[in-house]
């Protein structure tokens, strides 16, 4: 729920405003490349309605913002500042698909890439804050809750290897890698959120 969110919350913003500034197009195509090497067993293995429903929609939402970054709301693009080399992490992403899985199979490299390109997706939106110095209240609230998903993760494998001594090395190793990116993140938003409050607590001037 809180990565629906930010999707969500993304989306708005760009509708709502009619512009994607200040974001960046390169993080988002790779999510939506993420979402569909992960979602291929779509057509294969069905687990249930919520999970059918759940992967539809991310697939949906996913391209959903690419299209409205390089179609739709193309002129305000900022593709000057979105300017992260990506295949400086699909490269060796693919190069660990091939070494590191659990079966040797197309379908379990693709999951293997889905998850190891995840864990590093967000650095070109993050390279874009740090080369602009700034990022909109709307899209730090974003990230903020895409950190939390990250987050929760965590969380969640604790509790499954406390109670069913499940453990995924794969998933686990890379959401805490993604997770240690957020983690300046989450600092300069909390900074942020609590700077924006002190300003309005300050007494009007007579």
Not at 38 to 60: C, E, G, H, P, Q
Not at 121 to 136: C, D, H, R, S
Not at 158 to 173: C, K, L, N, P, S
Request: neutral net charge.
């Amino acid at each position: 729920m809180s990565h629906l969110v930010a999707i969500i919350i993304l989306l708005l913003k760009i509708w709502n405003s009619q512009s994607c500034s200040g974001i960046s197009g390169k993080s988002q195509m790779l999510f939506a490349l993420v979402f569909t090497t992960r979602y291929l067993d779509l057509f294969t293995v069905y687990i249930s309605a919520y999970n059918t429903i759940m992967k539809v929609v991310f697939l949906a939402l996913s391209y959903a913002t690419v299209y409205m970054i390089y179609v739709r709301f193309k002129k305000t693009y900022d593709s000057e500042n979105d300017s992260f080399r990506v295949e400086f992490l699909l490269v060796p992403v693919i190069g660990l698909s091939f070494l590191e899985n659990y079966a040797f199979t197309p379908m379990e490299i693709l999951w293997t890439f889905s998850i190891f390109l995840e864990a590093v997706a967000i650095m070109p939106q993050l390279f874009m804050i740090t080369k602009t110095g700034e990022a909109e209240s709307i899209t730090t609230h974003y990230l903020f809750f895409l950190g939390l998903y990250r987050a929760l993760y965590i969380g969640n494998w604790m509790w499954r290897y406390h109670t069913e001594g499940f453990f995924d090395q794969i998933a686990v190793v890379s959401g805490v890698v993604q997770t240690i990116f957020y983690c300046d993140f989450f600092y300069l938003y909390v900074t942020r959120v609590l700077r924006e409050r002190g300003k309005m607590s300050l007494p009007i001037p007579v």
